[in-house]
C-alpha cells in the first residue's frame, strides 16, 4: 500500500476503526456509537461522513480491492523497461505482503462480511479482484511461460490464499517480526509459483 506521512483524515480514522470492529465482532454485533467512540465523535456524528454502517462496509470492501489494483498497476508502471519479469513478481508479491500484513481486519472482514454488500457493490469488489488476478496471472506466466493459464491462475488464488492467511497465523505481536514474516511469506509465494512452473 501507498505510504503516507500526513496524518489519516477523519473520514479514513472512522473506517480504519469500523474496520477493526467488525472484524473483531462481525458487522452486525458493532454499532455506529461504538465506531463513534473509537474515534472520539458521538454516533449520530458518523452520519456527516457515511449514510451508515452499510455505506463503511461497502467503502472498506470497494476501497481496498481497489487500492489492490491500483497499486499493482503502478508498480508494473514503474518497473515498464526497467525490471525484468522476475522482479516484476517479487514487487507484486511485497505489495501484496504489505497489505496482508497492514491491513489484516480487512482480510477478515472481506472473509466474513462480502455477502453482506449490496449486489452493485458486491459485483464491484469482484470486477476489481478479476482485473487484479489477471494483472498477476500475466505476469507469472512471463516468468514461467510453460504454465497453462488456467494453471497459473490457480497458482495466483493459491497464493493469495496463502499471503491472507495472516490474521490466522497468529494473535497480535506474536508473529517473529513486520521484516522476518514479510520474507518468509515472500519465499512461500516464490515457491509456490515455482513449483506450479515446474509442471
Known sequence: MVTRTDAPTRREQILKEAARLFAERGFHGVGVDEIGAAVGISGPGLYRHFAGKDAMLAELLVGISGQLLTGAKRRLQEADGVAGPEAVLDSLI???????????????????????????????????????????????????????????????HSVFGLLNSTPHLARPGALPGRTVTAELLHRMARGAFAAAGTE
Not at 102 to 124: A, N, S, V
Not at 128 to 134: A, D, G, H, T
Open 94 to 156: 511485497e505489495g501484496h505482503i504489505d497489505f496482508a500484513l497492514d491491513d489484516r481486519p480487512l482480510i477478515t472482514l472481506h472473509d466474513r462480511e462480502l455477502d453482506r454488500l449490496r449486489d452493485t457493490d458486491r459485483k464491484l469488489v469482484r470486477q476489481l479482484q478479476r482485473q487484479y488476478v489477471e494483472l498477476w496471472v500475466e505476469v507469472v506466466r512471463s516468468v514461467y511461460p510453460a504454465l497453462a493459464e488456467p494453471t497459473a491462475r490457480s497458482a495466483v
